[in-house]
T-cell receptor, first 112, second 110 residues
Framework: DTEVTQTPKHLVMGMTNKKSLKCEQHMGHRAMYWYKQKAKKPPELMFVYSYEKLSINESVPSRFSPECPNSSLLNLHLHALQPEDSALYLC???????????FGQGTRLTVV | RKEVEQDPGPFNVPEGATVAFNCTYSNSASQSFFWYRQDCRKEPKLLMSVYSSGNEDGRFTAQLNRASQYISLLIRDSKLSDSATYLCVVIGFDTDKLIFGTGTRLQVFP
């Protein structure tokens, strides 16, 4: 089973809203990732967690706040987003750092 | 220079054709290499890992050339269902980052 589950699949939020994206995997993977993908562009790395600790933050604005409550869950808290933050947000996991990653179906976010 | 570069295409090929994509990477210390496939408005899915000795999975063959710093993907006997964007992914030495190429779009027509 190589399943990574993301919720919600679609989200529309206003610029003053606070929302959270959720990601879950039960493969025992110890590395988890958040990526952002705009139309016709490749995924761009945002954050990497390894053994539940944040190991990489790719200079992401503070309006995006990641959280890893346990080894199976990864959240992305959103606050005061801008319309240009509208994108597909992808969660991925890998057994360890540096190994192939498996992606969830993504959350398609629209900021209005 | 981008870390991972691909020809964006599109490559338009008839069913049954053989098509090859290349991907170049700039960091000679890169250790792991993969090909992912992404359908329109879907998530990337792992197609295959790329090993130094090369590897084959059915109609798909991946090769790595460390001296020239490129990897390739060969698709034989193309099917309509092969139409997708193919993303080259490189992981550097001592890093957690999967670095994506821009992707190559393949369109297979009847």
């Amino acid at each position: 089973d190589t399943e990574v589950t993301q919720t919600p699949k679609h989200l529309v939020m206003g610029m003053t809203n606070k929302k959270s994206l959720k990601c879950e995997q039960h493969m025992g993977h110890r590395a988890m990732y958040w990526y952002k993908q705009k139309a016709k562009k490749p995924p761009e790395l945002m954050f990497v967690y390894s053994y539940e600790k944040l190991s990489i933050n790719e200079s992401v604005p503070s309006r995006f706040s990641p959280e890893c409550p346990n080894s199976s869950l990864l959240n992305l808290h959103l606050h005061a987003l801008q319309p240009e933050d509208s994108a597909l947000y992808l969660c991925a996991s890998s057994q360890e750092r540096g190994l192939e990653a498996f992606f969830g179906q993504g959350t398609r976010l629209t900021v209005v | 220079r981008k870390e991972v570069e691909q020809d964006p295409g599109p490559f338009n090929v008839p069913e049954g054709a053989t098509v090859a994509f290349n991907c170049t990477y700039s960091n000679s210390a890169s250790q792991s290499f993969f090909w992912y496939r992404q359908d329109c408005r879907k998530e990337p899915k792992l197609l295959m890992s790329v090993y130094s000795s090369g590897n084959e999975d059915g109609r798909f063959t991946a090769q790595l050339n460390r001296a020239s710093q490129y990897i390739s993907l060969l698709i034989r006997d193309s099917k309509l269902s092969d139409s997708a964007t193919y993303l080259c992914v490189v992981i550097g030495f001592d890093t957690d980052k999967l670095i994506f190429g821009t992707g190559t779009r393949l369109q297979v027509f009847p």
